[in-house]
């Protein structure tokens, strides 16, 4: 059987997806076996608005790893996908839509209408980024796929609304809100973004005491410190400490705030720091959460002097009425200076609020909106991570601790968005401004006594549906229609008992799958998202949402710099799977260490692209030399027998193998992908191609044998000849390609369906009964696996291959030695010749020198050794007996290794090709030493040019040590 020369990624994967899904592979239903225990991952759904970026591709190809693996090991594996409807996100691009096609404003053409044009667009472009992860290879179960407005998701969004209303948990009240001027809606303190900006100003203002007192100074004025002159126009009190010895007397007088015609009063408050600034606040109650809460104390007025799109309003006075805020700081601090009213202005390192989706500065601005009271929540969310440790944060510093200290410092949530496209809050008014709160109108209007009522204009912040995600997708709905329901499988709802804390029972998926095993998401949104889906599940469930949390870091551009369109920085993962394959681009952000940042590098991918053609060509190999034997695949691989104990090849390669699936398993068990992926790569890269294939090239019974269906022990072959048998090559080949599926799905199956002997018998145990079974999928109006269209042969996957598990009693510490010191010896051979320039035509005598037991894994070993280090002959001896002009290198267990040169090089020639080499790179070593010793460079410099830097001074000073030391050997008198 042979393969093509080279592997095409792209035919591949067109292949293979298709077919997987036609097996039905991703469905949890594929699993047999009634005592298996479930595995379940929920993916972070991303907004319909978007398409693939490396963030999706690097927590993708983590989930996936997790589910492939899982489901290889038997598992009844759900991993369930989905898409948020993304409120402000999709709102904003319809408005954009109607504005530019039709001239026209939401306002306009209505509500009705409005969402039927975002319906209309969610259809036409909301499915982008599904098609991009049926591209990467995700095996996800796309008949579950859900959408956060999904009728069986908000059902049990009204539900969940009703309930905290009903318990008091959530109210409607007027309190200082985040509001984005140009979304026009109210943002969470976590949907606000923090920017420093150097060039801010700091304007100190002078009040004047209407009824001046005696004072130190004697000044009629007292001065206060803003950076938002503007809102001095709803300034309703000044506050000092009342400890403050300069304003005791002036406590209870009043000021006459200047551009307006109002008096206000100088009160006394703890809450002012009577050290920092002048020492007294302007407080301005309807415009800073702080002055809120001292007018709350001090039954102020709360003046509100802005519209919700920033500009002023009539409460600011006629000559700002309509005026943008900024335009109004500017004219503020004119008409200050012209009064002779502005003592300073100072140069102030200023932190904005920014929206975090459109970057506009956000005003604090008083508001009637919806909030959820946290009291109860907090604590749920607290107790957990406090008393049963989860979620259990991967890495566990510093989340474990920050996700704590946010939980324990947690404020009111605020709600209500000023939006029209989400999930419409479920409460109506009557004509007296009466609330009522329902699962529909109808039933409101039975609250209400038949009333005319009118529904709250505003939806529910995103987060809110989101933080139901855990269990909202598997069919949890609540109350609906008086009825206690659940929804099942794609869209059939069924009357059940609802969650534990009800008294109802769960629906199949929830009973099944939740808790989930684990959530990956990014560190931007542990509180939005992750401390929501934990309080909530808890509450509403009385399961946990997942027991771990693995936390990702950020894929950085090539400039170190975060990924954005203004930096055009950004890696496109579908341009990269065009250009190195979806396994290589899987394998690289797999190899990314948990939790770390990285910076996007083209050359550690092309690395695994490589690593894809090896694990071809190493394929391709062994089948063109594969003998009769080839066809013995085992049919139940639990682990690879003992081999014949003279070949220590074999004995090597499986005790590597092993060792190799042993330390695997414990990689994925702790969520170290990145070690996952080194063990891989090493194991296939130097074990199995560099070391045991080129010593079949050399040795064919090396690599003899064959495992036979009915044995675990591989069998000695039938002749010293390489063309009977490759058995063992071919059965650690597929062990290791079974290994590697998870990462790599797409060449592995390519790979696996062209070996000899590769069946669906080889499934795991869970898979083998009734194959035909898997194929077809889950229909919508049924949750019964489908039968397929067709049966026979062609349902083998190695998507369904057992995982391998390893065996630690096949681990063969000898066999490991000796190979290790056989390997040295070549190894070093090799690096005699190449540094000291020796043409690889010319083959020279290897002194070897070591204790009998050594000097016996060399005798044994001879003709590898000799072929592989391009030798003429060995000379093993207990010590080195050789000329002084030899170069020698120190192997392990004590063995030296020495090349006389005599004969081999042309001394004079090489010596000054030595010195020169030397010359140059002690050159740029000083160089960079230079550079190095540079403090004011060091200090400026980008960190990692630096680290860099002092990776290229290790690596030169180890050069110029072997150059020096070859140059020595060189320089004996003959």
Not at 406 to 421: A, M
Not at 561 to 575: C, L, Q, T
Not at 667 to 682: D, P
Request: glycine content about 6%; overall charge negative; aromatic content about 8%.
């Amino acid at each position: 059987m042979e393969l093509a020369k080279a592997y095409d990624p792209k035919e591949a994967e067109s292949r293979h997806y298709e077919r997987w899904e036609q097996l039905g592979c991703f469905h949890p239903e594929v699993n047999k076996d009634a005592d298996a225990k479930a595995y379940s991952i929920v993916i972070p759904p991303p907004n319909v608005t978007g398409s693939l970026h490396m963030g999706h591709a690097l927590q993708h190809t983590i989930m996936d790893v997790l589910t492939r693996w899982k489901r290889m090991q038997g598992f009844r594996t759900l991993w369930l996908p989905g898409t948020d409807h993304a409120g402000i996100s999709v709102q904003r691009k319809v408005v954009e839509q109607l504005r530019a096609e039709e001239n026209k404003s939401p306002l306009d053409i209505g509500r009705e209408e409005f969402l039927k044009r975002c319906w209309a667009w969610k259809e036409e472009y909301g499915n982008t980024i599904i098609e991009q992860m049926r591209r990467e290879g995700a095996s996800v179960d796309w008949t579950r796929h859900r959408f956060t407005m999904d009728p069986g998701l908000s059902a049990a969004v009204r539900s969940v609304f009703v309930r905290l209303y009903e318990e008091g948990h959530i109210y409607r009240g007027l309190r200082i809100v985040n509001w984005c001027p140009k979304d026009k809606t109210v943002l969470s303190d976590l949907e606000v973004k923090e920017e420093t900006k150097k060039d801010g100003k700091l304007y100190y203002l002078r009040y004047p005491v209407s009824e001046p007192a005696a004072s130190a100074g004697g000044s009629d004025f007292i001065v206060v410190a803003t950076t938002r002159p503007e809102t001095m126009l709803g300034d309703t009190a000044v506050a000092v400490n009342g400890s403050d010895e300069r304003y005791k007397h002036l406590i209870g007088k009043t000021i006459a705030l200047p551009l307006t015609s109002r008096e206000i009063t100088i009160i006394a408050d703890e809450y002012v720091d009577a050290e920092f600034g002048t020492g007294a606040v302007k407080i301005t109650p309807a415009h800073d959460p702080n002055d809120y809460l001292v007018g709350e104390r001090h039954g102020l007025e709360q003046l509100l002097v802005m519209n919700m799109d920033g500009t002023m309003n009539a409460a600011a006075g006629a000559e700002f009425d309509g005026m943008d805020r900024f335009k109004a700081r500017e004219k503020v601090v004119e008409m200050f200076d012209e009064l002779g009213l502005l003592e300073k202005v100072e140069d102030y390192e200023i932190t904005l609020p920014v929206c975090e989706r459109c970057k506009t500065v956000v005003e604090p601005i008083l508001s009637e909106q919806w909030f959820v009271k946290m009291d109860e929540l907090r604590d749920i969310g607290l107790d957990l991570i406090e008393r049963e440790g989860v979620p259990r944060f991967v890495p566990e510093v510093p989340h474990a601790k920050v996700y704590t200290t946010w939980l324990e410092n947690l404020k009111d949530w605020t709600i209500s968005r000023q939006l029209w496209w989400g999930h419409q809050i479920p409460a109506w008014y009557d004509g007296e401004g009466n609330v009522y709160v329902a699962h529909s109108e109808e039933e409101a209007r039975e609250k209400a006594g038949g009333r005319e009522l009118t529904q709250d204009n505003d939806v529910l912040d995103t987060w809110f549906s989101s933080g139901l995600w855990a269990f909202s997708t598997f069919g949890w709905t609540g109350e609906a229609g008086g009825q206690l329901s659940v929804v099942s499988g794609q869209s059939d709802e069924k009357s059940v008992s609802s969650p534990a804390t009800d008294n109802r029972q769960p629906t199949t998926d929830l009973e099944n799958f939740l808790p989930t095993d684990v959530l990956v998401t990014g560190r931007d949104i542990i509180f939005l998202w992750v401390s929501r889906m934990m309080m909530l599940t808890k509450k509403f469930t009385g399961q946990t949402a997942f027991k771990d949390c693995v936390i990702t870091g950020t894929v950085l551009g090539k400039d170190g710099k975060p990924m954005s369109k203004s930096r055009k920085n950004g890696v496109d993962p579908i341009e990269m799977f065009d250009k190195f394959g979806v396994d290589a681009t899987r394998v690289y952000l797999a190899s990314i260490a948990t939790g770390a940042d990285i910076r996007w590098n083209d050359l550690l991918i092309e690395t695994y692209r490589n690593f894809a053609n090896k694990i071809w060509n190493a394929t391709r190999f062994s089948l063109m030399n594969a003998g009769p034997q080839a066809a013995s695949l085992q049919a139940d691989e639990s682990r690879l027998g003992a081999c014949d104990p003279t070949a220590l090849a074999d004995r090597w390669i499986i005790s590597r193998l092993n060792r190799t699936a042993l330390e695997l398993n414990k990689a994925l068990e702790r969520y170290e992908f990145h070690t996952a992926v080194s063990l891989l790569y090493h194991f296939f890269w130097d074990d199995f191609c560099d070391w045991y294939i080129e010593l079949s090239k050399s040795e064919p019974p090396a690599v003899a044998g064959g495992l036979t269906q009915d044995s675990e022990n591989v069998q000695p072959p039938a002749t010293a000849g390489g063309s009977d048998g490759s058995g063992v090559t071919l059965n650690v080949l597929e062990t290791a390609l079974r290994m590697l599926h998870p990462f790599m799905p797409y060449l592995t199956e390519e790979l696996w369906q062209k070996l000899p002997g590769t069946s669906a018998e080889m499934h795991h145990a869970a898979y083998k009964s009734e194959p035909p079974a898997v194929a077809g999928g889950l229909t919508q109006n049924s949750d019964n696996v489908q039968p397929p269209a067709t049966a026979g042969g062609s349902d083998k996957t190695i998507m369904l291959a057992d995982f391998p598990r390893g065996d630690a009693s096949l681990i063969d510490e000898a066999a490991e030695f000796e190979m290790s010191v056989v390997i040295d010896a070549i190894k070093k051979a090799r690096n005699i010749r190449a540094e000291m320039n020796i043409s690889p035509s010319v083959r020279f005598a290897v002194h070897l020198a070591a204790k009998s037991d050594v000097q016996r894994v060399f005798r044994d070993n001879e003709p590898q050794i000799l072929r592989l280090a391009r030798a003429e002959k060995l000379v093993i001896s207990d010590v080195l007996d050789v000329p002084k002009a030899s170069a020698k290198a120190v192997l392990t267990a004590n063995a030296t290794l020495a090349v006389p040169l005599e004969g081999l090089i042309d001394f004079a020639k090489e010596r000054e090709r030595l010195a020169n080499a030397i010359a140059k790179l002690s050159d740029e070593k000083t160089r960079l030493d230079g550079q190095l010793s540079n403090e004011n460079f060091v200090t400026r410099a980008p960190a990692e040019k630096v680290e860099a830097l002092r990776e290229r001074t290790a690596e030169l000073e180890i050069q110029i040590k072997t150059l020096n030391n070859n140059l020595s050997s060189l320089s004996i008198d003959q």
